[in-house]
């Protein structure tokens, strides 16, 4: 699955990005769900969404989406985990798990520690968010994560389609 974010495009330019990336997803069967912009993913019938704490909380998202769309939240301490399990998203991101590069003004890392914390607390499938590299993948499986968000490091080595292979070879 695919999340496009871009915090800086105007709206009308992330709107043609996200159909152009539909039209490609669609060829390869690939999931696309949305950053933060519920209009957008519904304008071009992205698979779901990806909400943040200051964005449209889920179930008020999911009236608005879909039948069948995924809906995920992102949270960064034990009480935003918990309340996003009682909500109607289908998974919980929880992080950042390690310093992270790819945000401006990042909330605090957790560390693998209160991931695993975490996956004790909430039923909800849970995605690690926050600096997940090749290198600590496993270590953050290992704490409870059923899935990993990654961005910087798969640029880390100039080829994107291997390191996204190196990715599910962990698995």
């Given at each position: 699955m695919i999340q496009l ?142 899935s990993l968000a990654v ?21």
């Open positions: 974010r871009d915090k800086y495009a105007s709206p009308r330019d992330f709107y043609e990005a996200a159909l152009a990336a539909m039209k490609v997803a669609r060829a390869l069967k690939v999931r696309i769900i949305i950053n933060d912009r519920v209009d957008i993913a519904v304008a071009v019938r992205a698979d779901g969404v990806h909400l943040g704490q200051d964005d449209l909380p889920p179930d008020r998202a999911r009236t608005l989406l879909a039948p069948g769309a995924i809906v995920g939240f992102s949270t960064h301490n034990l009480k935003q985990a918990v309340e996003a399990d009682s909500t109607s998203a289908d998974y919980v991101a929880f992080g950042p798990v390690f310093q992270t590069s790819t945000k401006e003004n990042p909330d605090p890392v957790v560390g693998l520690e209160q991931l695993a914390e975490i996956k004790r607390r909430v039923s909800k499938p849970l995605v690690a968010i926050g600096g997940i590299t090749l290198e600590r993948a496993e270590s953050v499986i290992e704490a409870g994560a059923d961005i910087s490091d798969l640029y880390s080595t100039g080829d994107i389609s291997e390191r996204v292979a190196s990715f599910f070879r962990l698995s």
